[in-house]
Nanobody, 121 residues
Framework: QVQLVESGGGLVQPGESLRLSCAAS????????MGWYRQAPGKQRELVAS???????NYADHVKGRFTISRDNANNTVYLQMNTLKPEDTAVYYC???????????????WGQGTQVTVSS
């Protein structure tokens, strides 16, 4: 069984920073891609950033230059450093992992439970 546990959300003022963390635990053979998605009230869940096992990154246009995704492969952890936060960044942020739980198991997608990020003055 695989679990993704996020931490680091909270309430900040515009222009401030937050760092989200997501640790994958359980039976894990290989993690291919880890990413962060977000969902604001009344909107669809959208990709924020992703990082592959070779550290290739991908960012949504509206966070480029402000957010940085990184990963610690040894600890199956992915981070999202969010700088210069804006009110429109307010959302529940979800961690996602594309992984195999065993050598002969299929690649599956896993989600964390989400962490709230609120940017407000």
């Amino acid at each position: 069984q695989v679990q993704l546990v996020e931490s680091g959300g909270g309430l900040v003022q515009p222009g401030e920073s937050l760092r989200l963390s997501c640790a994958a635990s359980g039976s894990i053979f290989n993690i291919y891609i880890m990413g962060w998605y977000r969902q604001a009230p009344g909107k669809q869940r959208e990709l924020v950033a992703s990082i592959s096992s070779d550290t290739t990154t991908n960012y949504a246009d509206h966070v480029k230059g402000r957010f940085t995704i990184s990963r610690d492969n040894a600890n199956n952890t992915v981070y999202l450093q969010m700088n210069t936060l804006k009110p429109e960044d307010t959302a529940v942020y979800y961690c996602n992992a594309d992984l195999q739980s065993g050598r002969y198991r299929p690649r599956l997608n896993y989600w964390g439970q989400g962490t709230q990020v609120t940017v407000s003055s």
